[in-house]
Every structure is written in C-alpha cells, then in structure tokens.
C-alpha cells in the first residue's frame, strides 16, 4: 500500500487528509468491499501521524458511510461502495388466499447442485470452502468416540441435550430466553418449519406469508394442502403489517410464516419495534406465528438481530433455525423452539422420524461449545458482505437499464428485478443452456408472480461467477432486442 506521506505539509486538517487518502484507496479498489483496512497503530506507523488523529479519519470515513468498525476486530470497508441499482419496491400480490400449486421447476433447481459442472447461482447453497469442513469432521470423530453408546442410540424428542443447552445459550443473543427444556431438535430447518405447520393447520387452512416467499415453504403447504394467503414485502423491512391486519380481518388465517431477519429471496430485515408489532398483533387474535431464523447469525455488522420470539408473551411463537447455512448443509442439524406447542411438536416428530441422527448433533453441539462458532462466524459475515455486494454490482454493471437489485444487510442471496420484458422462465433454460443455474422469480409464488425476477446464490464468488452474471445480463438484454 502506499501512501502519501507528505499530508502534514497540506493545510485542510490532518485527519481529513488521512480519510482523504484511505478513501481515496478504497474508491480505486485496493480495499474492497468486506476487506479490513490497516488497524489505528498500523496506520499511524505507516504515515507517521498520531493514533488520535487515524481515529478521528476512520471517524470521518463512518460517518460517511465508507467503513465500519466490528468491535475487537478492526474496520472495514462497508459492503455498499458505488452506485448500484435502484432497490425493488413493495411486492403487490392479490390478498386472497390461493391453492398452492408448485412446479418441477423447484425440484429442479435443487437437482441442479449436483451438477458441479453448473455456475451455482440457483439453491441458496454456502460454498464448502468457507466452512469448517475439517474441524466439524474432526469433531464428529472425536465425539462419536467420546460417546461410544450414545452415539449409535435414539435422542429421542426433545433431542440431544448437549445441543439444545448451546442453542439456548446463544439464543440470549438474539433476546430470547429460553431453556434447553424448550428447545426440539429438527433434521434442518424446514422439518421444523414442516412440524410446525402439522402442529398448526389442517386441509384445506389458509396461512398468511411474504411475498415472495421461500419456495419449500410454497411446496410444504401444497403437501398438506394448505392455502397460501401472500401478503406484500419490502425487500428493506419485511412484511407489510398494514396488509397482514387487513388480511387477518378478511379472511380466517391458522397461522403466519415469515422470515423476520434475513428474509429467502428478498434478504429484508424486520426492525424490533415491527417484530414486536407482528407479535402482538397476531397474539391479539390468537393466530401462532412460525418464526423462520435460518439466517439470523450471517448479519453484515457485528450485532445479531433479535428474533420476533423474544416478543413472546403468550407462546404462540415457534422459533425455527438450523445450522446449515453458517456450518455445514449435510449434517441436517436444526431445531424449534415451539412454545405452547411443545407437546404436539414432540409427538409429530416422534411419529415421522422418531429422532435425529445423534453424531452430528454431538458435532454441533461441540463446535458451539469449543469450536470458536464466533471467529468463524465474524469471517463468514465478512466474506459475505464482500460477495453480496460485489455480486450487486455486477448485476448493476451488466445487466439492461432498468434492472433493479436488493441491497441486504445479511445472509447471501439477491433478489433481482429485471424490466418487465424478461421472462426469467426461459432465462432460467437459457442460462442452463450456458451452464449456469439460476431460480426463476414465479417459484417464489404461490401465484406464480414474479416472472421477470431472478433470485441469485452469492455464497460463490469468482471470476468465473462474474463471468456468469455477464453472461446472464446479456441473455437478459436480447430478449429487450427482441421485443423491440
């Protein structure tokens, strides 16, 4: 790095000289999104300045909203650097509830992870790369060796106690309280979501969620022949509470599914004072909210997001997460947090699986205790800081005038928005034709909306990944051609 060392010599304030030349770097791309910059004392020793006057230029460069500060690592530079394209506006589904019908098209996007041939732009997939492969599969030797007989016997429901204890211990995070007692083991999260919706409706119910929506959430109400009522979301702050309170008071709703932080495609984030809303709301009517936390560990910054659950007064929260997005996909190791559903929740889960397999719950449970979760997750949240928002620009950058992209401030997909002329159906063969794997907007559906919106995987980055979002604004861009 070099550095202007001749800034005493310049007459605006020394500090502001400092943030100049810092900014200056980022700007021309020698600190990229998510990258540390050099510490206070690295800094002062390179320019030969004082530590005060470093910290009143990273300051500077804070408030304006080029670098952040993660408490006992350093600073870095915010995700968001250069212009990228407008964000999508409020989703405008038809408030009536709609008899889910899903596609093989969704069936199809997960198949196509087993291609490693395939650009991974379609499932919302980490890269193995960014996991602690080793350790885990270290920890799942030691542990099985460990507990020789527990090991290869039943944990069966509530689950594996080791477990269950760390996940209320990190739960304090997120402002929840609660006790290991309270807390069900699931295969993953969408069992936890599968249970609960078991627990809470019958054939022929209606349940309110976002939209878009996650699409196994779409293919799990069709399975038990549920009705889907699709409320709209903002991709910065969720649901629209406004058109959840006119829904509830025009249709007969069982239950409420929604991702509060981090939302699956549009990545939106619930402030408190609306969880907090969203819970008494429904608690005013007595409807259970199913709470989907998936993503809540993988914030930009260094605060976790509380959950909706610690608004909880009355138990009508189920709280549902999994470690498969921060540790490892195939381990399966999920969990809920049912409330006044606990009882129900443990017979379901009895009857449909009985238990799940103890060793990697076992693994977990260390690796939460003694595997440094926090260091790892601090990387992690780094590394998708910088892919998101590099991704966003890429998008910006290649595809037709018009496009619009969120801008999340955690987890690692992007919700795009092409011009209406798009049809991210026959992006979706073409891509695949290009060997690229995307998920077309109407698998988000239950209507199935969203024709001329894509959702993109950012837990990859590459040359070869920027290639492929290149590629994709080209196919995107001749199909305006041919229209016109």
Partial sequence: ???????????????????????????????????????????????????????????????????????????????????????????????????????????????????????????????????????????????????????????????????????????????????????????GCMEAVNLALLALCRPGDTVAIESPTYYNFLQALELLGLKALEIPTHPRDGISLDALRYALEHNRISACLVCTNFSNPLGSLMPNNRKQELVELLASRDIPLIEDDLNGDLSFSHERPRVAKSYDREGLVLLCSSFSKTLAPGYRVGWIAPGRYQTEIERLK????????????????????????????????????????????????????????????????????????????????????????????????????YRNCIRLNAGYWSERVERAIETLGQLAGAMGHAVR
């Fill in 1 to 187: 790095m070099t550095m202007d060392t001749t800034l005493c010599q310049q007459k605006t304030p020394l500090y502001e000289s400092v943030a100049g030349q810092m900014s200056r770097l980022i700007e021309e791309g020698t600190f990229g999104p998510g990258a540390r910059i050099p510490s206070v004392r690295t800094l002062s020793r390179q320019l030969s300045v004082s530590i005060n006057t470093v910290m009143e230029a990273y300051g500077l460069l804070e408030d304006r909203g080029i670098i952040e500060a993660r408490p006992q690592s350093g600073y870095y530079v915010r995700a968001r650097l250069a212009d990228l394209p407008a964000e999508p506006g409020m989703s405008r589904p038809a408030l009536s509830p709609t008899r889910v019908t899903t596609k093989e098209l969704s069936r199809m996007i997960l198949r196509d992870t087993r291609d490693t041939g395939l650009v991974p732009l379609g499932a919302a997939i980490p890269d193995p790369e960014h996991l602690p492969i080793d350790r885990l599969n270290r920890m799942l030797s030691t542990e099985a060796r460990r507990h020789r007989v527990q090991s290869v016997s039943y944990e069966i429901p509530p689950g594996c106690e080791k477990l269950r204890v760390q996940v209320a211990r990190r739960m304090v995070s997120a402002g929840c309280t609660l006790t290991p007692d309270q807390i069900v083991t699931t295969c």
């Fill in 350 to 449: 009895g009857i449909l699986t009985i238990a799940d397999a103890t060793p990697p719950q076992l693994a977990i449970a260390e690796f939460l205790a003694n595997g440094g979760y926090d260091h790892h997750l601090r990387s992690l949240r780094r590394i998708h800081a910088r892919q998101t928002a590099l991704m966003a620009q890429a998008v910006g950058r290649y595809s037709p005038p018009g496009t619009r992209v969120t801008c999340p401030a955690g987890g690692f997909v992007l919700w795009v928005e092409f011009p209406p002329w798009v049809d991210s159906l026959v992006l979706y063969e073409q891509a695949l034709a290009a060997g690229i794997t995307i998920a077309p907007g109407p698998i988000f559906s239950a209507a199935q909306k």
